[in-house]
C-alpha cells in the first residue's frame, strides 16, 4: 500500500470511492462489537474462580491473629492481607492498607480528603485555595481526569515521551507555583500508550522539589504485574525507594487492585504511602467506614497464598490476553502499516494499545466505527476535559471481545482509519487549491 | 434496698465503705469483658454462614438479566438485591440502590457530595456556606456526630422525648434558619434509647416547612426489622410514603444494611431516595466508583431469596440478644431498682439500652467499671462533641459478650453506679453543709 500522501487527488476520489464500498458492506454486517473498556474477558474471569471454593459454611472464619472476618473492625485491612500484597507492590506491609473492590474509589477519597482537610505537610485543605492544579500525563486515563473535574481542579496536560512524562515541563511548573498539588501518573504499561516510565524518570520524581510542601504524586500503579510476554518485560524503578532516599517519601500515594488479577468488581485494592501519610489516612478512615470487607480479603490470600502464585496466575491472564493485542496488532500492521496515516504502540504489558491518526481525524474514525457498530473509547477522553487539541488520539481496548470478533474489530477500525485519513487528505488539498499561491 | 436520697450522710458514708470493699474484690477478678460497641456476637454471624455454600468454582456468575457479577459494572447494585432488600424498608427497586459493605461510608459520602456538591433543590453546594448546622437528637449514635465533626458541621442537640426528638423545637428552628441542613435520626429502636418514633413525629417530619430548599431528613433505619420479640414489636410509620403525599420525598435519604442480618463487616448497605435524588447521587457515584462488589449481593440474594426469610432469619438473631438484654434488665432492676440512681429503657429491638444516671455520674461510673476491666462506651459519646452536657447518659451494649460474662459485667456497672452515686450524693452534702442557709 502506497503512503496516502503521494497518492494524486484522482486516486485518492478513487479510494474514498473504494472505502465507501467496502464501509457500506460492513455496515450491512450489523456487528455489535466493543473495544471501549478495559474490561477483563470472561475467560479471564473463569482463572480466579477457585476462589469461589474456599470457604464454605465450615470453614473457621478467623485470621491467624484471631480477628473474626465477619465482624467490624480492622480499618487498614487484615494484616495477612497486607502482608501478601504489599510484596506485590514493593511496600512494607505497614505502608500499605488494603481496601474495598475498587482502587478508583480510593483514589477518588485520596483526593477528596486532601480537599477537606489537607495532607501532612500542607498549609491548609486543598479545598481551601481559590484554585489548585494537578498535572496531567496526555494521553492518560480518563477517570482520573473525571476525578479532578469532579473537584473543580483545573488540569495541566503534559505530553508523554517515549520513556514518561516530559519532566523538564513537570520540573519547571511544579517549582514556581504552590498551587500544582498533584500529578496523575500510570507509570508501568500507562494507560493508554503501554509505556513504563525510564529509570531516568523516575529519578527525576523522585527529586522533584515543588513549591508546594504538600505536593502529592498519584502513582496509579494499575498494571504493576500485568505484563503480556514471559520474556519481554519492562521494568519500573522503585518510586518509593528513591523518595526515601531523599527522605520525600510523603510525596507518594501509590494505588493498585485485584481488580485484573482477581476479579474485575469484587476485588481487593491499595493504598500505599508514607508512615506519616498513613497516620493521617487512618485517622480519617475511621469517621468514614466500619472498615472492608475482610471475607474477600482473606479469600484472596487463602487462594493466592504467594507471590509466586500471583505471577503465575497473571502468566494465564497474559496467554489470554496476548493473542489479542496480536490481533489488533497485525491487523493494524496489515492494513495500514505502509499508509503513513497512523501510529500505534505496541506494549508489553497493561490493557491497551493507542492509536495515533492524523490529525483531526479520531472524531470522525471514532464515529465510523460506531456507525458500523463498533464501540471504541470516545476520541478525546484520553484528555482532561475529553478535548483532544490534535483530535487524534484513539484508545484500543482488546481485552474483552473474544479474538474473533477482534479481527473483525480491528479491521473495520482500519477500514475507518482510511476513510476518515482520505477524507481528510481530499479536504485539505481543496484547501490547498483555494488558496491562492 | 432504700432510695440513696433518704439515706443520712453516716449511712452513706457506710454504704460507700462497703462498696469500695466489694469493688476492690471485683478489681481482683481482672475482668476483661466489652460492653462498649453494637457488634454481633460469633453466634450471631454464625447464623449466617451458610451464605459461603452459596457459590462454588463451577456456579455460574451471572444475574437473570445475564449480568456477570465478576466484572465492573453495576453503579447501583444488581437489580436482584435492589428487589429484594426494597421490600425490607418498603420503597421501589428503582429508589434505592445498593451499595458496600457499610452504610457508614454510605451515609458520609451521600453528606460529602452535598458538601461538594449539593442536593437537588439547593442554591449551591453546602460547602459554600460559612457554616451549615444539623440536627442532633440526643442522645444518639456518635458515628453520626463524627462525620458532622469531620465535615465541621454545626450541630444542634435536640432533646429525645419518649416518642421520638422534640418536634416543637425541630419545626421552630427548622423554618426560621437556612442554614440548617439536615437532620440525624435513627426512627426506630434508636441508638442508644431503643425508642420508636410515634405515627405523630413521623407525620410532623412528613410536614415540616424548612427554609432550606434543600433540607434533608438523614433516616438511618439501623434497626429496621431487628425486634427483640415476636409479640411485641414496635411499627414505624413508613416516611417516604407520608412525605409523597405532600410531594416532598426528596427530603429523605434513607440508609440501612445487612451488618446486622447477615456480616457485620461483609454485608451489603442501601441508600433509598426519591428518584430525583438518585439521579443526582448515580451521576457522582460514577465518578467514585466501578460499581459494589456485585458478587457479594448476588450472595446476599440467592442466600435469603425473599422478605420472609429474612425475617425467619431475623428471629433467630433476637433469641440469641433476647436473653442478652434480659441478663442485663434483671441485674440492673435487682440491683438498682429502688435506689433512685438511675433509670433505663427495656426496647423492643435494636442493639442498646440507655442507662440515666444521677447527674454528673455518667464519666465516674464509666472510668469504675474500666478500672475493674469492663470497657463501656465512653461516657458523651451519646452527644455531639462528645458532650453531655448532664453527664449522666451511658449506652450499654449487651450484643457481643456471652451471657455469663454479662452477667458479671451488669453487676459490677451497677456496682459502680452505686459507687458513684454515693459518691455523688456525698460531695452534695458537703457542699450544702460549707453553704450557710
Redesign the interface.
Known amino acids: 500500500m502506497p503512503e496516502y500522501q503521494s497518492l494524486s487527488t484522482q486516486e485518492l476520489l478513487d479510494l474514498e470511492r473504494q472505502l465507501q464500498k467496502e464501509y457500506a458492506a460492513w455496515q450491512a454486517k450489523g456487528l455489535q462489537l466493543d473495544m471501549s473498556?478495559g474490561?477483563?474477558s470472561?475467560e479471564q474471569?473463569d482463572l480466579?474462580?477457585?476462589?469461589?471454593?474456599i470457604?464454605?459454611?465450615?470453614?473457621p472464619?478467623k485470621t491467624d491473629s484471631g480477628v473474626?472476618?465477619?465482624?467490624?473492625?480492622?480499618l487498614e485491612g487484615i494484616w495477612e492481607a497486607r502482608e501478601l500484597f504489599s510484596k506485590v507492590i514493593g511496600v512494607a506491609p505497614e505502608e500499605m492498607i488494603v481496601c474495598?473492590?475498587?482502587s478508583?474509589?480510593v483514589m477518588?477519597d485520596t483526593v477528596?480528603r486532601a480537599?477537606?482537610?489537607g495532607v501532612p505537610g500542607g498549609r491548609k485543605p486543598w479545598?481551601r485555595y481559590e484554585k489548585i492544579k494537578f498535572l496531567c500525563p496526555v494521553p492518560g486515563y480518563d477517570?482520573h481526569f473525571?476525578?479532578c473535574?469532579?473537584?473543580d481542579i483545573d488540569m495541566i496536560p503534559i505530553p508523554m515521551k517515549s520513556d514518561g512524562p516530559d519532566m523538564d515541563l513537570i520540573e519547571a511548573l511544579v517549582s514556581k507555583d504552590e498551587t500544582i498539588k498533584g500529578i496523575w501518573c500510570v507509570p508501568k504499561y500507562s494507560n493508554p500508550q503501554g509505556i513504563t516510565y525510564s529509570d531516568a524518570v523516575v529519578r527525576r520524581f523522585a527529586n522533584l522539589k515543588p513549591a508546594a510542601p504538600d505536593f502529592r504524586i498519584f502513582w496509579d500503579n494499575a498494571y504493576v504485574i500485568h505484563h503480556l510476554y514471559d520474556d519481554q518485560q519492562d521494568h519500573l524503578l522503585d518510586l518509593f525507594t528513591e523518595l526515601k532516599k531523599n527522605g520525600k517519601e510523603s510525596m507518594l500515594y501509590m494505588f493498585a487492585s485485584t481488580?485484573k488479577i482477581s476479579?474485575?468488581?469484587?476485588g481487593v485494592s491499595f493504598l500505599a504511602s508514607s508512615l506519616e501519610n498513613m497516620v493521617a489516612i487512618t485517622k480519617?478512615l475511621?469517621?468514614?467506614?466500619?472498615?472492608?470487607?475482610?471475607?474477600?480479603q482473606l479469600r484472596h490470600v487463602l487462594y493466592f497464598q504467594n507471590v509466586e502464585n500471583i505471577y503465575e496466575h497473571m502468566r494465564k491472564h497474559a496467554a489470554i490476553l496476548r493473542p489479542k493485542f496480536q490481533v489488533v496488532q497485525e491487523t493494524l500492521e496489515r492494513e495500514l502499516g505502509d499508509a503513513g496515516i497512523g501510529r500505534w504502540n505496541n506494549p508489553r504489558g497493561g490493557y491497551f494499545i493507542c492509536f495515533e491518526a492524523l490529525e483531526g481525524c479520531a472524531k470522525r474514525i471514532v464515529s465510523l466505527c460506531k456507525e458500523a457498530g463498533v464501540v471504541m473509547t470516545s476520541a478525546g477522553a484520553t484528555h482532561p476535559y475529553g478535548r483532544d487539541p490534535q483530535d487524534s488520539v484513539i484508545r484500543i481496548a482488546p481485552s474483552f471481545p473474544p479474538v474473533e470478533e477482534l479481527r473483525q474489530a480491528a479491521e473495520l477500525f482500519s477500514l475507518c482509519v482510511k476513510l476518515a485519513s482520505v477524507e481528510k487528505l481530499l479536504a485539505q488539498r481543496a484547501a490547498e487549491e483555494k488558496t491562492p499561491a
Chains 1, 2 share one sequence.
Open positions: 473498556r474490561k477483563p470472561t474471569l480466579s474462580m477457585g476462589m469461589m471454593d470457604f464454605s459454611s465450615q470453614h472464619m473474626d472476618i465477619r465482624n467490624y473492625g480492622q474495598g473492590n475498587s478508583l474509589i477518588y477528596a480537599m477537606l482537610h479545598g477517570r473525571s476525578i473535574e469532579y473537584f481488580s476479579f474485575a468488581g469484587a480519617q475511621s469517621v468514614q467506614t466500619i472498615g472492608p470487607d475482610k471475607i474477600n
